[in-house]
């Protein structure tokens, strides 16, 4: 997945580097009706995969975690 393997990380990364400052939202948008802390852990179980910053998630993920949301979303179909 895109957003787990490469944008998540390059996020993360400008917000550890201070580039990435608040206010901000990451909003993350598909089919799968997560919640927003389930679509968090699976963003941090990507994190801790293929990122290559691992040590700092300890220190700045729960912040940086507070910004980002999850909302469902099936763009192949018309809404009601």
Known sequence: DLAQRKLLPALFNLYIDGTLQPPF??????????????????????????????????????????HVEHLALDASKDAD
Not at 32 to 38: K, L, M, Q, R, W
Not at 42 to 48: D, N, T
């Open 25 to 66: 939202y990451i909003a993350g948008i598909g089919r799968t009706p997560f919640t927003h802390e389930a679509y968090r852990d699976v963003l941090k179980k990507g994190l801790e995969s293929y990122g290559r910053r691992k040590e700092a998630l300890k220190d700045h993920w729960e912040t940086f975690a507070q």
